[in-house]
């Protein structure tokens, strides 16, 4: 590569290889790959921003209605696109809203049940309208809200039971992301989770607001609970948790009910 290409290419990103570039105000989708994670034809690609949908590797239930729900509202028309104070995520990937014709995709996917909502601070967008169309679909149980997998507070979106590099030295490179689905503020003192032997581990007390998510780190670590910055617990290991091979995270409420559980295997991970 030549030194002005270079030169470029460090213009464009972060200095670790993760493009920089402010994104366009406007552009035309020109390829979806799922109801969350589509390209623009200036050839960003995106990842929505309020909510998450399925996955189609490994395929989750309502992945693919997702996406073909993303397709017909987007087909042919010109989006605007809505940032926030985080430009782009460690892939690369713009992180923004949508807008076609003054209608938002995810409120739009939100209505539909084929999404919940999923903020990741600082975000200081007004949620109530996006909230209520969650709970309209979750009323009238719709998509998502059909399954057995949605019917708790809390959803495990990840699960990364495998730590980069050498796991005893990088114990809080475990960690599973939590979002809360439901309508309302949650207080987790007294949920806990478990490991597929049955160890388990108590929460802090942490408010989590509906929609945000929180970050459980298998290490040591202080309570994040500023409510402006990503939410995070540790578990206050010294060592790996987490099975690198197989494993399930299941947590429970302070009742000791189910709350929600998600498997890890070599063949399953996810990004």
Not at 48 to 62: A, G, H, I, M, R
Not at 220 to 240: C, E, F, K, M
Request: glycine share 10%; charged share 25%; with cysteine.
């Amino acid at each position: 590569m030549s030194w002005l290409l270079i030169v470029a290419s460090l213009l464009a990103s972060d200095g670790r290889g993760t493009p920089s570039a402010p994104g366009p105000a406007s552009a035309s989708i020109t390829s979806v790959y799922d109801g969350d994670t589509f390209t623009l034809s200036s050839g960003d690609k995106v990842r929505l921003k309020w909510v998450n949908t399925p996955e189609l590797k490994p395929p989750e239930q309502y992945a693919v209605e997702a996406r073909e729900a993303t397709k017909a509202f987007v087909s042919g028309k010109t989006a605007r696109l809505l940032y926030g104070e985080t430009l782009r995520d460690g892939y690369g990937r713009l992180i923004a809203g949508v807008e076609i014709e003054g209608k938002s995709l995810s409120e739009h996917l939100l209505e539909l049940g084929l999404g919940h909502l999923f903020v990741i601070p600082p975000d200081e967008t007004d949620l109530t309208p996006l909230i209520a169309a969650q709970e309209r679909a979750r009323k009238a149980k719709r998509g998502l809200w059909s399954t057995p997998e949605f019917q708790g507070v809390l959803h495990i979106t990840s699960f990364h039971a495998n730590a980069d590099g050498d796991d005893r030295e990088n114990v809080n490179g475990e960690y599973l992301r939590v979002c809360n689905i439901s309508g309302e503020t949650i207080d987790l003192s007294g949920f806990r989770i478990a490991d597929i032997s049955g160890n388990s581990w108590e929460f802090p007390k942490l408010l989590l607001p509906p929609g945000n998510t929180f970050k459980i780190h298998a290490g040591r670590g202080d309570t994040q609970a500023d409510p402006n910055d990503q939410l995070a617990i540790y578990l206050g290991s010294a060592s790996p948790i987490w099975n690198n091979k197989l494993d399930r995270a299941t947590i429970y409420d302070r009742f000791g009910r189910v709350v929600d559980a998600r498997d890890h295997s070599v063949q399953e991970e996810t990004p």
